[in-house]
Structures are given as structure tokens and as C-alpha cells.
């Protein structure tokens, strides 16, 4: 992990919808813990994300007066850059394509339940080579899946420091043989996120509790690649008055509808402080 300095954080929004009080909590837990903050714009999923949708919550943050440090990095732009990584892992023998489709898996029976859904059975892993080249040979769409049993082996005990917590055991295995890259997505969060971290120089990573778990992945891929470790700063998300997380496919309130309504930018920031939370 790195050292003592300055504390180097980000705040990373995906744009595929308007920016709602539930980013607006995320990015200021994160400007609040640097003394510099960058701002990311993780728009890797080339479907969903909208170029309007970016420059929009760009200004939302600029009216709440948040201000962020250095030029904004695009994950769009630097697909070459993921593509080398996946190039690493793929060297190391630890990547391999995966031609099993959702209907597939629900087929395979009932698998164990992991932290981001069903864990992979690992069909395609015990794939004979020759099929797979066969496959492969007639362009059948694939995903690329990590080998994560061969992936822990290899890296061993790991541990991560999160905030209030200290060091902490990492169990990346619970996820089962992730993808880190299919046709629509050229690669995933994981690496996405974790490669830009180390290449941006952050030191604490701040982002929602839904994605704790997450970060036992991210260790993995640090040790795997050679890659600083940060610590960890994980908040409680912020809820409706029913108690479900505030989302986009929810319909969160989001900061350019509550301007609309006449709202300015205290009254927002007050709304978001009184949003009930998890934990």
C-alpha cells in the first residue's frame, strides 16, 4: 500500500443515466478525502454509456461546486491500454475464452452464489484444446474468464486496509471465474478500475458499500500485475423512503430534476445529508 503523502483519491461515475443525490453523497465522500481528487468517467460499456450523459453530470457536479483536480480521464479512450493488460494475464496462462451463453449457465444447474450473482461452474475452463481451437477457428463469440483458482494459487494470503477496519483477509475466490472482457465490453469494471487506480497514483479508494466485496478482486489483479496497492474507504449508500438503495433504474432523484423543481444548491446538499443510509 502506498505511504505516507498526500492522500490521491477519485470519484468514478459510469454515465449511463443523470447524475442523482446517491453520486452526489459518493463524490463528495471522496473530494472530502483527498487533497487531490480526480475525476473518472468510466465509460467502458460502449452500449450503455452516452457521451451526453457524461458532459451532463460534468456540469451537475460543477453547479453542486464540487471541483476536481487534473484532466478527466475517459476509459473510452484508452482501450489499447486494457487490451495490453488482458495481453499480461492472457501470457500468464490465466485468462481463457468462455463460449457459454446466460441461457447456458442456467442450464448447467445450480451454481453457488457468490458476491456478484451465480459463480461460473467453469464449463469452457476444462474445455478439451482441441474444441476449444475448433471453436475458436469457427468465430464463435466468447467472453474471457479469469482462472481464478489458478490466479489465487499463484499470489497466495492476501489482505487489504480499509478504512476503520485495518487490514482485512481478501477472498477473491468467492466470485467465482470472472470476465474481464466480452464483445460489448472490452473489458470489465475490475480491470478497468484497478489498472486506471494504479496508473492514476490513487491511494484511497472511496467508493459505495455495494462494492466492498468487490476490491478482494482488485487486490488480486494488483498482485497479479505488479500494481500499488491504495487503501480502501467504502461508505453506506443512501436510500428511498422505503429503504432500497437510490438507483437509476429506480428513478433517484436526480440533481438536474431537482433544479428543475427550484431547488438550489444548499437545499440539494441538505437532501442528501438527511437521505436515510445503510448499515
Do not use: N
Not at 460543477?62 to 492472457?90: I, K, N, P, T
Not at 470476465?179 to 465490453?185: M, S, T
Request: proline share 6%.
Amino acid at each position: 500500500m502506498a505511504g505516507f503523502g498526500p492522500v490521491v483519491t477519485r470519484f468514478a461515475p459510469s454515465p449511463t443515466g443523470r447524475l442523482h443525490v446517491g453520486h452526489a453523497f459518493s463524490a463528495r465522500f471522496a473530494r472530502e478525502r483527498g487533497v487531490r481528487c480526480l475525476l473518472r468517467i468510466e465509460d467502458i460499456d460502449l452500449v450503455r454509456c452516452r457521451p451526453e450523459f457524461a458532459a451532463a453530470l460534468e456540469a451537475d457536479l460543477a453547479w453542486l461546486g464540487l471541483a476536481f483536480d487534473g484532466h478527466v480521464r475517459r476509459q473510452s479512450e484508452h482501450l489499447v491500454e486494457y487490451a495490453a493488460a488482458l495481453g499480461l494475464l492472457e501470457g500468464m496462462g490465466l485468462l481463457y475464452p468462455c463460449f457459454c451463453t446466460r441461457a447456458d449457465i442456467v442450464a448447467a444447474g445450480h451454481a453457488p452464489h457468490g458476491p456478484e450473482g451465480s459463480v461460473y461452474p467453469g464449463t469452457c475452463r476444462a474445455l478439451p484444446g482441441a474444441e476449444r481451437a475448433a471453436r475458436l477457428a469457427a468465430g464463435l463469440p466468447y467472453a474471457r474468464r479469469l482462472d481464478m483458482a489458478e490466479a489465487v494459487r499463484r499470489v497466495g494470503r492476501l489482505t487489504r486496509h480499509e478504512a476503520g477496519d485495518g487490514r482485512i483477509a481478501c477472498d477473491p475466490a468467492a466470485f467465482g471465474d470472472l470476465v474481464l472482457a466480452r464483445k460489448d465490453v472490452p473489458a470489465s469494471y475490475h480491470l478497468c478500475a484497478t489498472h486506471d487506480d494504479a496508473l492514476q497514483g490513487v491511494t484511497l479508494v472511496t467508493r459505495s458499500d455495494d462494492l466492498r466485496a468487490a476490491s478482494d478482486v482488485h487486490r488480486l489483479l494488483q498482485a497479479l500485475l505488479g500494481w500499488a496497492e491504495p487503501g480502501y474507504a467504502h461508505h453506506p449508500l443512501l436510500l428511498d423512503a422505503s429503504g432500497r438503495r437510490l438507483a437509476k433504474r429506480d428513478a433517484a432523484p436526480t440533481i438536474a430534476a431537482l433544479r428543475a423543481a427550484g431547488l438550489g444548491v444548499d437545499e440539494v446538499w441538505l437532501r442528501v445529508e438527511r437521505a436515510p443510509r445503510s448499515r
